[in-house]
């Protein structure tokens, strides 16, 4: 959820925590892998650290308020596109040859990223958090 909802305020804390969590995920093996004598942890740890100072000193919040005048709608699209083709891994044996029906499976999922994205927007970060969770329980209870 703070990979996608977070950066959607388009704050450059927000955004930098974002990223470093981005990098945290796609360095290593998810998120809870954690392993004081792995070397893999440290790195993946400093790693998403160093994304998120360089980030969060290098980007100006004028700069971020400008992308959000102009191009904030597309923005929140592309998140949401983001957000449901994160999604194909939930299908087990992913074939790239199938690559295009793939985005018919996970069209419900970028509709969810529209949806929570709104809800993120209206209501606040943690009310798309909890809407997130509650779809998420119920899919899991059937």
């Known amino acids: ?14 955004l930098a925590l974002s990223l470093g969590i981005l990098f945290y ?63 194909i891994s939930n299908y087990p044996h992913f074939n790239i040859i199938y690559f295009p029906i793939y985005f018919f499976y996970v069209l419900p999922q970028m509709v969810m990223g529209l949806a929570l994205g709104s809800v993120q927007m209206q209501k606040g970060f943690w009310a798309s958090v909890i809407l997130h969770s509650l779809v998420n329980s119920i899919s899991f209870i059937f």
């Open 1 to 14: 959820e703070s990979i996608f909802r977070l950066p959607l305020s388009l704050k450059k804390n927000a």
């Open 25 to 87: 995920i796609f360095s290593g093996k998810g998120f809870f892998k954690i392993s004081l004598v792995d070397f893999t942890f440290y790195f993946r740890l400093i790693g998403a650290l160093t994304v998120f100072f360089t980030f969060s000193k290098l980007i100006s919040q004028n700069f971020l308020e400008l992308i959000k005048k102009k191009y904030f709608k597309t923005f929140f699209f592309i998140n949401a596109f983001l957000f449901g083709s994160v999604h």
